[in-house]
């Protein structure tokens, strides 16, 4: 069965060793080019092969601070000296090839440059934030836009993206939820492997094979209180079952970089760890390729109170695993000396050296120092029509049907008299979401454009932004609530602007703003139809006149096709599938709020609630939980069935039930298997997810899905770090969310005696 029908996680979440992660090979001539060039370089050529700096020849660095940025004088002088390793954030043709120019043609050994850049859900043709894309559950999906991505950034001058965000995200108030995949380990896991595909491609040295860099490098996703850049105290069980086996995925699909995390785990910086950087990623782990730091990351050790000083912070960074520092410069200030001082050795040096000249010669810079810089390229493969038919289908697959009373689809032949109301309706500033700063402003669809566009020329569309994203307008309100009135159907496109998600956007509610649900109580009180069009980049705690709306979308951000795709949706020319990455919780106060979550000692049974794991002032569930989605289908699973009640120990079970359309339109669902562990040496989540399936079905057809379950599926973390299976019952679901569906069980045997 294809990548884009099913998707069952069987062995990824072990070791890479197991998964026979690609180890970076040459002949034996480029291994000697690379040990000649070390052994020809000075400690200072050494250090600046290390250094990553903001591109001043194309100079674009949002959002990162202007910390230490360099004109493009001394920047050029520094690469004549062979100061600098990679440049980053820049895009365009010509100055990539000025850089390179001085670096091949005018530095002393001619190393060519790296170009990277933050390319992380589209260059010019923006795609759905990576969150809203994994409301597809679909990796093919996922490869697909990322190879449009890497196809669009290779053409503007880059070898590398720093994506994807690997990160689990356990805490909706934390702002980089919009750049992952959500709160799952396996979900997350697959689509960063499949976007890692996506980006490099079959060929590393193809001109169009743009290098991953699977990042944050780790438990970034588990901050305290979902803050940005906080601390994150965790449990090595935890530590590896949730927040590193998505990392495993990625360095098997291909990825030969990957970034250091801002936060500290267990009081240690992980731009300091050793034990992470050096004993589990590149020992257990098996990484060979180089680690970068975060954007002054190592610099920021001072902060942290774990350096003493700049010169500190470079030997903790280095000595840790860091091999390429992101601007913070430190490297090629300190390195020389603190190799001759003794304190850093030369070989720690060389090796992270190697590690670099390795990974330029896997792209085939060393031959083809041009490669990624064609004028042609840039003038013909960016924010073509197929690419934005793309972003398109993208969008359309990225929107999930939360609620639905019978409101949607809406007939466009019946000439409808629809208002389009809220903040988001003519809105152009907030459809690309956080980093999508190489997007052209403007050129992307608003929802008010997306619908004039699909209705007939006598349908009747009034738009009324209401108030603005935080504050009011003189009389909006009044005018929202008289449009709705003379409306058939009211459209309420409210949420969050783009600058509420992302970095540095932490929340410490998750709800929509106050003057938005004012207007969203007010356009409700009139009596008609009401539908939500979210605009977000997390889950939201949903109240009154938006939780009690008769259908709610969540939109996410959308990018250059967004009001395209939701007319697709609102129309029916698209059937919804998407399911949600995030648990919607009640309030903000129940965060941090996932599905796998445990039991407790006491947990609520049968709506029983004395005394027991429970907030006394809401439902202890959520309310759109993880997986749910609609569908204008109406899809029913049956006949579950195993084909053994026992699993031996060295066998598989495979678990089977038929999914039938019994709507009248043609739609797709994802049905989604789920396990749990009734009785283990550590507690286990009361539900985990294995597998997934995508089956599109006529109207009336029926499929029978499968999945094949082995003892590898049902390890766990266990005493001193060893991923184990330990016999006993596990309890099965198949279904449509991670609430409910169809249950049964299996038993693990223990291994037959030996002889």
Request: aromatic content about 8%; overall charge negative.
């Amino acid at each position: 069965m294809t990548l884009h029908r099913r998707a069952v996680l069987s062995g990824i979440l072990g070791s890479a060793a197991t998964l026979g992660m690609p180890r970076i090979a040459f002949a034996a001539d480029e291994v000697q080019r690379v040990d000649s060039l070390i052994s020809r370089m000075t400690i200072e050529e050494k250090a600046g092969q290390m250094t990553c700096l903001a591109d001043a020849f194309r100079p674009f660095n949002p959002p990162n601070p202007q910390a230490g940025i360099q004109g493009e004088k001394r920047l050029s002088e520094e690469i004549r000296k062979g100061r600098v390793g990679c440049l980053f954030n820049g895009i365009g043709v010509a100055g990539a090839r000025r850089a390179q120019e001085l670096a091949v043609k005018e530095s002393r050994l001619g190393i060519p440059l790296l170009f990277a850049g933050d390319v992380i859900h589209g260059l010019k043709t923006i795609f759905p934030v990576p969150l809203a894309e994994a409301s597809a559950f679909d990796p093919d999906l996922a490869e697909r836009s990322a190879r449009a991505m890497a196809e669009e950034a290779t053409a503007a001058g880059l070898h590398l993206t720093f994506a994807p965000m690997a990160d689990v995200a356990r805490d909706q108030r934390w702002g980089r939820v919009v750049e992952g995949a959500g709160e799952d380990v396996t979900l997350t896991a697959l689509l960063t492997a499949a976007r890692v595909r996506g980006f490099q491609g079959k060929d590393l040295r193809r001109a169009d094979s743009l290098l991953a860099c699977p990042k944050h490098f780790a438990a970034y996703g588990a901050v305290a209180g979902g803050l940005e850049y906080g601390s994150v105290d965790i449990s090595e069980e935890t530590l590896r079952e949730t927040h590193l086996p998505p990392f495993t995925a990625a360095f098997a699909a291909g990825a030969l970089t990957t970034m250091a995390s801002f936060n500290e785990i267990n009081g240690v910086p992980a731009t300091a760890d050793r034990a992470l950087l050096t004993d589990i990623l590149r020992g257990e782990m098996a990484f060979r390729g180089f680690v970068f730091s975060d954007y002054t990351a190592d610099e920021e050790l001072i902060a942290h109170g774990y350096a003493e000083d700049e010169r500190d912070a470079a030997r903790l960074a280095v000595l840790a695993g860091v091999d390429m520092s992101m601007q913070s410069g430190l490297y090629v200030r300190y390195l020389p000396e603190l190799v001759r001082s003794g304190a850093v050795p030369m070989g720690t040096i060389d090796v992270a050296v190697r590690r670099i000249l390795y990974v330029k010669m896997a792209l085939g810079l060393f031959d083809d120092p041009w490669r990624s810089l064609d004028e042609e390229a840039e003038r013909t493969r960016i924010f073509t029509p197929q690419r934005r038919e793309l972003a398109r289908e993208i969008a359309g697959r990225s929107i999930v049907l939360l609620k639905n009373s019978g409101v949607l689809p809406i007939d466009p032949d019946q000439r409808p008299n629809i208002a389009l109301i809220g903040p988001f309706g003519e809105d152009r500033d907030n459809l690309y979401g956080p980093w999508a700063f190489y997007g052209d402003p403007g050129k992307g669809v608003d929802i008010a454009s997306g619908l004039r566009a699909a209705l007939p020329g006598d349908a009747t569309l009034t738009v009324e932004p209401g108030c603005g994203i935080s504050e009011d307008i003189e009389g909006g309100i009044a005018r929202a609530v008289a449009a709705a009135r003379s409306c058939d159907v009211a459209l309420l496109a409210i949420g969050e602007s783009q600058t509420m998600s992302g970095e540095a956007q932490s929340r410490t509610t998750i709800e929509i703003p106050a003057v938005q649900q004012a207007l969203a109580d007010a356009v409700a009180a009139t009596g008609k139809p009401v539908v939500v069009l979210l605009r977000h980049g997390r889950a939201l705690a949903l109240h009154d006149g938006v939780a009690n709306a008769q259908a709610i979308l969540a939109t996410w951000f959308l990018g250059s096709e967004a009001g395209h795709a939701v007319a697709d949706v609102l129309f029916g020319k698209v059937n919804p599938s998407g399911k949600l990455p995030v648990s919607f919780p009640w309030e903000s106060g129940q965060e941090p709020f996932f599905y796998d979550r445990k039991a407790t000692g006491r947990p609520v049974v049968d709506n029983r609630t004395e005394y027991r794991a429970r907030y006394t002032t809401t439902d202890n569930s959520a309310r759109f939980p993880f997986g749910h989605g609609l569908s204008y289908s109406d899809f029913v699973l049956a006949d579950l069935k195993l084909s053994d009640a026992a699993l031996r120990w060295g066998a598989a079970v495979e678990v089977s039930a038929k999914i039938t359309n019994k709507g009248s339109c043609r739609g797709s669902e994802v049905v989604q298997l789920y396990m749990r562990d009734r009785v283990a040496s550590r507690t286990r989540p009361i539900r985990e997810l294995k597998g997934i399936e995508r089956v599109t079905l006529d109207p009336g057809q029926s499929r029978t899905v499968h999945f094949r379950i082995a003892r590898k599926d049902l390890e766990f973390v266990g005493s001193g770090n060893r991923r184990i299976a330990e016999p006993g019952l596990f309890d099965i679901w198949l279904g449509q969310s991670s609430v409910g569906g169809l249950h049964t069980q299996i038993e693990l045997y223990a291994p037959a005696p030996s002889s």
